[in-house]
Each structure stands twice: as structure tokens, then as C-alpha cells.
């Protein structure tokens, strides 16, 4: 049979996220930091050290904490803890809690951030060790006055944030006399969403239940800050002798296996900027992106942000102003919208999380929901392993372990496939993702599971994403699975994802409907859930 070239899927190779040269990111970046920073700062009236302790905002613009650091101080301290908890195990199933790949993005973005700051009149000092041992060693030997951080909002990062605060005011320094009585201070800055925990219109702990009240309520009552500008200057460092070395992060990753086809991310504040300025103007798909952001395959269907936003080397601001940049100097639309919409959607599991406590990961999820949920080692090695049968759950899976990536879409169909056709414990599909995610995030990983099984805030339960159904809408032509699943490229492109016996086995039948073409065609027996279509939000980003 003939085939015209639009069904051939991409000829296999990486592409790389941003795709820039190295040269065309180093202006990209020194423009940004011209229009985000500024030369004429407020006096800098501060004394002694400020030590600046960095956590989920490895990034130097609009950076709120390593601004009052400055500001407070003569010279800045910046620390980043390699803390082995990260590198520990998930809390119910043992899967690494920081799989390689986002290691490997953790580490770039340590270098690139390392890289900066020494541009800027600083340096990064990178130690092994718990936040709440190192951080009082270094306040004692620095007679620091105050520590700066990025608040977070999780159970873990909570208890770590308590310890280093008791450990903290421990600390005598015969430097200060303030110091001897007081101890070093912490001072958590909020910083890890677009709309400011001050500026909303509620407490969070009465924060609406169902999104589209939230939304509705911070868009009319709430204004987005702009970024906060630092100086271009940021030294002078206090005397240092060793500023530590990437071999304190880089014992924790393994061999990462080579790889022929998928996305590679690049870690740091450079590449994030240099994405943002790629899809936003270079190739100017800010534009459409509410028309392509469902897609599978490639990089350029959605912004693919995410990454870079779970690890704070793009803050939300900063894209919110770069949209509104865009809307002045290109275009105006319903794109444009959409895009600061995905924004609040990925604040609202921010603040849904402070709201819901620990209930977030607990089996019942925050309404306590009663389930006879499975924990088959062998249905779900099949789903995470990419062996389960379907195509599109496959592709998808095998995506994410390569790459460390999945489309928004893909997220939501693998899900209602763990949870609904499998019957599988939604927190085994939960930790898994936290282990291979680059934008894992708990507030919006774990926000996101609790709402595809059901057991989240919204009372619209039974969300079912039918695989055929899906794979007629968005890989029509069998593309994306091609791709991936390499043994299906000679079939036809309608057979693609329907192979019957050209492929593995199901694991499982469908809770609605069947997977063969002619039942797929008239989809009747398989209920529509559109409410759920919009609903998988991480990070910020559709994918």
C-alpha cells in the first residue's frame, strides 16, 4: 500500500529543547537579562552576610529571595544543598525518588546557574548534605544574619523548612552580638506562582473546590506583579576558599542509556529562556498555541515549559510578562489567553495543596474516597514498561521513560488507563511519574492524579478517557505511535493504532467499549467525558 510522506512519522533522532547553538542562546540571554535587570537599584544599605539558599528557583531573574538577600546585606552567600533525601525512594513503592533524568537536569541546571550568578559578581557554593545541618554550619561560620529562601508548600519541604528554622536560631556567632541573642533568622519569600499568595481575593484554606471559581475570582479581583528586577551587579561574595563541585550532585546520577529519538531538555535558566524566546519569537507559535497545544509529538505542539518551571529556572511571572510583550508587539487572541489560563491552572494546585495538607497523598485523596483499588506488580510493571497492549498508552510510556516527558494528553489517557481499566492504586501511577518527570512537581503531580482518579476536590468522578476515541482525535494517522513503538511503522497508518494480532497482546479489556476499528468508528458504547479534557494541568504547561 502507498503511503504519501504526511503519514510517515519524523525520521527518529533527538531533538533538542531549546534548539538553539550555544551562541545564539548567550545573546538570547544576555537581552533578557538587559530587559529584566536593572543599573539604577535602590541604595544597598544592608550589613554583614545574607546567605541566599536555593531550592526550587535555581534561577537569577525575578528571583524575590536572592533579591532580599542583596538588598539586606554587603555581600551574599548563595547555597545549594544536594540534600541524598532527593535521592531516596518514593514514599509507598520504593521507585527512585529522582530518576536519572531529571538528575541530569537538576545537574545542568546547577552549572548554568553556577555559570550566571559568577556573571553577575556572585558564585554558587554546592554541599552534600540535609539544608538543616549545613545551612546553621555555614550561617556560624559566615556570621550570617539571615537566611533566604523560597517558600514551599508540601509536607517534606515543610518539615525541612521547620528544622533549618529551629537549627538556625542554635546558631551563636562571636561576630554579632544581635547574633549571640537572636540566632540567624530564615526568611521564606513567597515566589513559586504567577498571582501572589498576598494578592488573592481568599485564604487558601477557603480556596474554591472547582477551578473555574478560582479562576474566575483571581482574574477579576487579583493583578499578576511583574517580575522583580535584581541588579545587574550582584557582588561582592563573602571569602569563600571552596566554592565545591558538581561531583557533590553527580555521585547521585547513573549511566544514562543513549537514545536515538525523542526530546532532550537542556536544565538551567539559560535554556529556559532561550525556549520561551524561541516559541515565543523566533518561530512565533505563541499565536496557535490554543490550537496545537493537544498534540503528541514533537516539540513545538505547546511551550514545553514545564521543566523548567518545576525547577524555578523560569518563573511564571516572567512568562506572563513576556505574553504580555507579545500581546503588545504581535498579537492579541485566544492563544495568547490560553496560555496565562494553563498559568492558573498550575497556581491553583499551588494553592490547593496548602488547602488539602496531606490528604493530597493519601490513597482516599482529600474527599476520602472508599475504593477497592489493586496493587498488581505485573499489570503494572506492563503499564510503566509500556507493555500493556494498547498503542497510545504504550508510545506514551515509552516516551516518558526515554525522554522524561509527556504531552498533556498523553498524561490524562495513561492515567484513566492505570486507574479506570486496570483498576491499579493511583498513587503506584503518582510515584512513578515522580520518579521519571523532569517537571514533576508535587502540588501539581500529585494534584493532578487525585483529580484523574476521583478522588480529588472536583465531585465529577468518573472521568474515562476511551483509547480509541483518543487515538482517532489525536493520532489519527497513527504517527505518534509509529514513532515510538517502532514495530508499527510498516502497518497501514489506519491500523497503527488497531494492530490485532500485528502487536503484543492486551493486558486487560476495556472498561468501555473495544479496541478493534469497527466498534472504535461509531464509539457509542463509550461515554463522552469532555469535562476532563482540560483538566490534566502540570506545571503550567499543556506538555
Known sequence: MHHSNSSRPPAAGVQLVPGLTAEEMGTVVERTFERYTSSSMPTRKGKGVAIVWFRNDLRILDNEALFQAWISSEAVLPVYCVDPRLFGSTHNFGFPKTGVLRTRFLMESLVDLKRNLTKHGLDLLIKQGKPEDLLPSLAKAYAAHTVYAQKETCSEELNVEQLVARNLKLVTSSASESNSIYGTRLKLIWGGSMYHIDDLPFDCKILPDVYTQFRKSVEFKSKVRG???????????????????????????????????????????????????????????????????????????????????????????????????????????????????ELIWRDYFRFLSIKQGNSLFHLGGPRKVENNWSTDRNLFDAWKDGRTGY???????????????????????????LVRDMGIDWRMGAEWFESCLLDYDPCSNYGNWTYGAGVGNDPREDRYFSIPKQAQNYDPEGKFVAYWLSELQPLPKEKRNFPGHSYIKTIVPLKFGSHNRTVAKGAASVPRRTSAENKWKRDGKRG
Open 227 to 341: 517580575s522583580v528586577k535584581l541588579p545587574s551587579a550582584l557582588g561582592p561574595p563573602p571569602q569563600v576558599g571552596d566554592w565545591g563541585c558538581f561531583s557533590e550532585i553527580s555521585q547521585f546520577a547513573v549511566e544514562i542509556p543513549k537514545v536515538d529519538r525523542g526530546m532532550r531538555f537542556l536544565g538551567g535558566e539559560s535554556a529556559g529562556l532561550s525556549r520561551l524566546h524561541e516559541y515565543f519569537w523566533n518561530k512565533d507559535l505563541l499565536g496557535i498555541y490554543k490550537e496545537t497545544r493537544n498534540g503528541m509529538l514533537g516539540p513545538d505542539y505547546s511551550t514545553k515549559f514545564s521543566p523548567w518551571l518545576a525547577t524555578g529556572c523560569l518563573s511564571a511571572r516572567l512568562i506572563h510578562d513576556e505574553v504580555k510583550r507579545y500581546e503588545a508587539e504581535r498579537q492579541s487572541n485566544n492563544s495568547t489567553y490560553w496560555l496565562v489560563f
Open 391 to 417: 498503542p497510545l498508552v504504550d508510545a506514551n510510556m515509552k516516551e516518558l521513560s526515554t525522554t522524561g516527558f509527556m504531552s498533556n494528553r498523553g498524561r490524562q489517557i495513561v492515567c484513566s488507563f
